[in-house]
């Protein structure tokens, strides 16, 4: 069959059924229309193959795992398999904008929810539902269809246009017997569907790092629908999933930032690691995609990652006596698979040497920096001068800084920026046993002198590498008494997803917060950072932000739920441009 056929419900006896339908294996990301386009990624079931037909359902969201049909007729369309690469791995398409429903005009509340299926979030706020989109769901022929295609020289002559509606349909049927969990992640929202965010002018975002891999006893049935039967290897994704699907301040959560450490291709530190790079890095990939991630709610439009050291090897870095040139055996596979197997699902200039990126969404600007695979090799002969970033990269984030200066600005890293460890205050040369970017002082201050030029006051660093949950403010100001005064950020840091080994985990002793040091700015003049002390809250979980007029509330989810009342408020002042 070619072609495009669409098709409206009436089935065929389950008996006689020669089709199967089955959603795809990850979560589907779109990107903004391009050219009448809409881009999507994801990926196909392994275990299936390629489907043969690929089924476009009109639908609409009403809130937590309510689904329903459109009217509108289905599409059917045969599937292309791609140049390159095999069913599991990510497969990105695209679908015509005008393929998709027409959003409903929005409502009162801005996100267009209808009043009787009204979710009800900590906040006690109630929340409109009503986004619309297309449902993927992949087509394959069943074993006995399979044994005709061979006696026909694997075209199927018995089944005309109407018998195959009628096998579709029936499909169709049992593909809807099952649970909205099964596959509520095949649902793409249209263009515009969900653009807009409950609170008017808004951003909230949630922040996650480090999910070291389920073990064979964290088997979590149920953690879909009650995210209190997730074992602790899930715990934390439960709950995320939970949150932004299911209370009002979730689902105007619309981006998820995975700072790092979404695999660990080293997870048995050694002892018992595949020596396969498919295995270490895109069976690894593929299993945390189709985790709970895989069900993150339409409201979340966009989910970003930077890498870190365990999507390499534990606290990777260049080494002189490391094979393949310093780096070691498993660098240059590791990077190609993180740029193979990013979220993205449209194009974005640059390639595996280029992790690091900037993007703009919903009135913010976000800086992803590359704070692992750039790193020069330490020895105690460079310390003070070894880099951590490159000049490329340093340059790219001095240009963004002067853009949008009366924007919020966030910049995502792996690595913590602040605060220092106590042990590279105390004697300088100690920084080469630390793995955040006080280990390359040189870099640390590129970085706050940067801020300082752009007067980037209210720039937010976000990471994640450190197992431990926290959040500092800084002042940064010149030492001679600058008459602009000093700018100020902040540093927020959230702990693991899943963080089992407790030698992994941070000591808050460990950091040195309260602390004062000066250093040398981009343009020759003595600069001061005075950080505060250390907001500490341990234990797994993620971090929540969101921007409100000057401020940043936030909050650090824990096994309980997520607090009604923000864990911190920080000051969002406008870049200070006297």
């Known amino acids: 069959m070619s072609g495009v056929l669409h098709g409206t419900r009436r089935g065929a006896p389950a008996s006689a059924l020669l089709i199967g339908a089955e959603a795809p294996g990850h979560r589907i990301e779109r990107a903004p229309p391009e050219t009448g386009r809409v881009p999507l ?20 969201w009403r809130g937590g795992w309510t689904y329903e049909q459109l009217p509108q007729p289905w ?13 599991g791995a990510p497969w990105r398409t695209s679908q015509a904008v005008e393929a998709f429903p027409v959003p409903p005009r929005a409502m009162s509340d801005a996100a267009g929810h209808p009043k009787d299926e009204a979710a009800t ?21 069943e074993p006995r269809a ?35 969990h099964r596959w509520a992640h095949g649902f793409v929202p249209s263009p515009g569907g969900s653009e807009v965010t409950v609170d008017d ?113 534990d606290n990777w870095e260049p080494g002189p006596g490391a094979s393949h040139g310093g780096n070691g055996p498993w660098f240059d596979v590791a990077r190609q698979a993180a740029w193979h197997h990013r979220w993205e699902a449209g194009p974005r200039v640059g390639g595996p040497e280029l992790l690091w990126h900037e993007f703009d969404w919903r009135g913010a600007a976000f800086f992803t920096a590359d704070a692992r695979c750039e790193r020069e090799a330490r020895r105690v002969a460079n310390w003070s001068s070894a880099r951590l970033w490159s000049t490329t990269q340093r340059d790219a984030f001095n240009e963004w800084l002067s853009r949008g200066a009366s924007r919020p600005k966030f910049v995502l890293s792996g690595s913590l920026p602040l605060p220092r460890r106590r042990m590279s205050v105390e004697h300088a040369a100690s920084c080469l046993r630390s793995d955040g970017w006080d280990g390359y002082p040189h870099s640390l201050h590129e970085l706050l002198g940067l801020v300082w030029r752009h007067r980037a006051s209210g720039l937010v660093f976000l990471s994640g590498d450190e197992h431990r949950s926290g959040w500092v403010s800084a002042e940064i100001s010149a030492v001679d008494g600058d008459d602009r005064g000093p700018v100020r950020i902040h540093s927020v840091h959230s702990s693991a997803l899943y963080a089992p080994w407790p030698f992994a985990i941070t000591a808050a002793e460990e950091l040195a917060a309260p602390d004062v040091f000066e250093f040398d700015g981009p343009d020759g003049q003595r600069l001061r950072c005075v950080v505060s002390a250390w907001a500490d809250h341990p234990g797994d979980g993620f971090a929540v932000l969101r921007v409100r007029g000057g401020e940043v509330e936030l909050w650090f989810d824990r096994a309980g739920a997520v607090r009604a009342e923000p864990d911190a408020v920080l000051s969002f002042r406008p870049c200070d441009t006297a």
């Open 121 to 141: 979030g900590a906040d006690g706020d109630e929340h409109e539902i009503d986004i619309h989109g297309l449902l993927l769901v992949a087509l394959y022929l």
């Open 41 to 60: 990624l994801t990926a196909l079931r392994p275990e299936r193959g390629w489907p043969h037909w690929l089924l476009w359902v009109p639908m609409r």
């Open 146 to 180: 399979l044994a005709m295609e061979g006696a026909h020289r694997g075209v199927m002559h018995e089944l005309g246009h109407e018998e195959l509606h009628a096998q579709v349909e029936g499909a169709l049927d049992q593909f809807f017997d099952l649970p909205p």
């Open 201 to 313: 002018g808004g951003l909230c975002f949630a922040l996650a790092a480090c999910q070291y891999p389920p073990g064979l006893l964290d088997v979590s049935p149920g953690w879909e629908l009650d995210a209190s039967q997730a074992g602790p290897g899930l715990a934390s994704l439960a709950r995320l999933h939970q949150f932004t699907r299911s209370t009002a301040r979730g689902q105007d959560c619309s981006l998820v930032l995975f700072a790092g450490d979404q695999i660990y291709a080293d997870a048995s530190g050694g002892l018992a690691d595949s020596r396969s790079g498919i295995e270490r890095y895109a069976r690894a990939y593929g299993e945390f995609k189709a985790g709970p991630v895989r069900l993150l709610p339409p409201t979340v439009a966009r989910v970003v990652q930077a890498i870190d050291d365990h999507e390499i090897v």
């Open 75 to 87: 599409r059917i369309e045969s599937f292309v398999p791609p140049g390159v690469g095999q069913p």
